[in-house]
């Protein structure tokens, strides 16, 4: 069965540091895809980025960078310059072999401040 | 483009009532899905329907039935709730894209309490 383990329940990162969101998974199927949603305070679930499993180089798009360690099985989230729009919950997920649906972790409540 | 429509927003429900929670979508997605957000504990797969006419059940399922009415509608039935089943619940759906990725477009959510 996967797992997905997001062991920070909360974190604090000042404003245009850069900040790293842990996540590790578990799975034995070779092929699987990792995701990272945020989640502001208004609820809504907003997709960031995705990984492959058989993907060459880390995933980035914009300041979220995703940083893939396959032998480690972590699929770390890295937001660069934070800014204050950034708080929120932060939730990885993974999809394996040809399932559509995702796992999710129990999320990253991260408090960006001045 | 109104992506994935959830109705309603919030409920309030009485012990062993029953209500449909209804979702569509207009992204011509294959696939559609329930999950329940509690907090510390992420969001949990309730069922999950693949393509038009199949339904499964994903991590948490005793309580609800589903019905994939056609390709853009999936609703959520609570037979006869109870107060456990007072949660967030989003509807999603997806379809691989190009890089093989099936990202899951959600809903605005359904906040739902039973008392």
């Known amino acids: 069965a996967q797992k997905i383990t997001q062991t920070q329940p909360g974190m604090f990162v000042q404003e245009k540091e850069a900040v790293t969101l842990d996540c590790t998974y578990d799975?034995?199927?070779?092929?699987?895809?990792l995701f990272w949603y945020k989640q502001p305070s208004s609820g809504e679930m907003i997709f960031l980025i995705y990984q492959g499993s058989y993907d060459q180089q880390n995933a980035t798009e914009g300041r979220y960078s995703l940083n893939f360690q396959k032998a480690r099985k972590s699929a770390n989230l890295v937001i660069s310059a934070s800014q204050l729009g950034d708080s929120a919950m932060y939730f990885c997920a993974m999809r394996t072999g040809t399932a559509s649906k995702l796992t999710f972790g129990t999320g990253t409540r991260l408090q960006v401040t001045l | 483009n109104a992506g994935v429509t959830q109705t309603p927003k919030f409920q309030v429900l009485k012990t062993g009532q029953s209500m449909t929670l209804q979702c569509a979508q207009d992204m011509n997605h294959n696939s559609m899905y329930w999950y329940r957000q509690d907090p510390g504990m992420g969001l949990r797969l309730i069922y999950y329907?693949?393509?038009?006419?199949?339904?499964d059940k994903g991590e948490v399922p005793n309580g609800y039935n589903v019905s994939r009415l056609n390709k853009r509608e999936f609703s959520l039935r609570l037979e006869s709730a109870a107060p456990s089943q007072t949660s967030v619940y989003f509807c999603a759906s997806s379809d691989i894209d190009n890089a093989g990725a099936n990202v899951l477009t959600f809903g605005a959510g359904s906040r739902l309490t039973v008392l």
């Open positions: 799975t034995s199927d070779p092929s699987y895809g």
């Open positions: 329907s693949a393509s038009e006419g199949t339904t």
